[in-house]
């Protein structure tokens, strides 16, 4: 048995995939070995109140180490997604989830009221984009606007809040316990590290924003590390942790799961190998069955430090 409960929602694989992997979850449809009842969570692509088109191109950059992103939140805002795109998700698959974003409080909050009335499983607050003038990281790496946010989230909505937390901030279990108090269900960490890669023959970063986010294998150990320090605060209050950043096979999840986490969610991993959810679930369970264990919540928060 794979299953997780996050916040009382009940995801049949403890392998989620993350925002802005496949659109609105019918993007992957048509690729040949990815069925979205292989995961148990899908993250849809961030929404905003208002269509946008996100930041001039180049926008995806592939480094060795992992992927460069300054997508800008492109998205067809959130009227056109609840009432073309979530009508067409098969629900009896898996568990659908927005990402809520926004460049101000109301904006956000708004956004949740007009998701509220849909099947969704629950709402991702996303406080953590890297690649926005206005709102995400700016508003996640300050815990007051954090807070704000999620205060003003909970009162538009009553499906259960996840809060994505941005890696940046200074603080990382203040920031956990100040959006928890405001009344977040679950967390998920991380989102992606702001970084930069340069052209020296034209002596241009390759990205037309410059700058942006990194994913894929270079930011596991920072999200692992978060991941660890949100738990320390999150277990107290019974609040689930999400775990992404790097996650590309059933080891990385393993660890994800010790450090503290409930599920895991897979991005940069699975452009590049659609048939990895299938290789992850099997891959967890003969984990657990080796060590005797029934469910991934015998893993969550298991690490024992070094003394
Ligand atoms: O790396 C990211 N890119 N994180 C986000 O939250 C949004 C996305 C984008 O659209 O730029």
């Known amino acids: 048995d794979l299953s997780v409960n996050i916040c009382g929602v009940v995801c049949h694989s403890p ?12 993007e992957y449809q048509a690729v040949s070995g990815f069925h979205n009842q292989d995961v148990g969570a899908v993250f849809l692509k961030g929404t905003t109140l208002e269509p946008k088109l996100g930041n ?3 926008r995806v950059w592939e480094t060795p180490n992992g992927l460069l992103n300054s997508i800008g939140l492109q998205n067809p805002g959130v009227d056109y997604v609840v009432n073309q795109l979530l009508p067409q998700l098969d629900y009896s698959a898996t568990q659908y989830f927005a990402n809520v974003s926004g460049s101000s409080i109301e904006e956000y909050a708004e956004v949740c009221r007009r998701f509220d009335q849909t099947a969704l499983a629950g709402l991702e607050i996303n406080i953590s984009c890297p690649n926005v003038k206005k709102g995400g990281a700016a508003f996640g790496n300050d815990p007051d606007m954090a807070a704000r946010v999620v ?3 909970r009162a538009s909505t009553t499906k259960p809040l996840i809060i994505k937390l941005s890696p940046n901030q200074t603080d990382v279990a203040e920031g956990a316990r100040r959006v ?4 977040a269900d679950a ?3 991380i989102n992606t590290l702001m970084g930069m890669s340069i052209n020296i023959d034209t002596w241009r970063p390759d990205l037309g924003n410059n700058q942006g986010g990194l994913s894929g294998p270079a930011i596991k150990p920072v999200a692992l590390l978060r991941v660890h320090q949100v738990y320390q605060v999150a277990k107290h209050h019974d609040i689930p942790i999400i775990g992404l950043g790097g996650v590309s096979c059933a080891e990385d999840a393993i660890e994800f799961f010790l450090a503290g986490a409930s599920m ?4 940069t991993a699975l452009a590049k190998d659609p048939l990895l959810i299938k290789k ?8 657990l069955e080796k060590r005797g264990l029934q469910s991934v919540s015998q893993l969550t928060g298991k690490l024992e430090l070094n003394t």
């Open 187 to 189: 967390l998920s960490a």
């Open 15 to 26: 392998v989620a995939m993350a925002s802005g992997n496949a659109g609105y979850g019918l």
């Open 56 to 58: 001039k191109p180049d």
């Open 280 to 287: 992850m679930n099997k891959g967890i369970a003969r984990y």
């Open 151 to 153: 205060e003003a989230c």
């Open 264 to 267: 895991v969610a897979v991005g």
């Open 180 to 183: 928890i108090e405001a009344g």
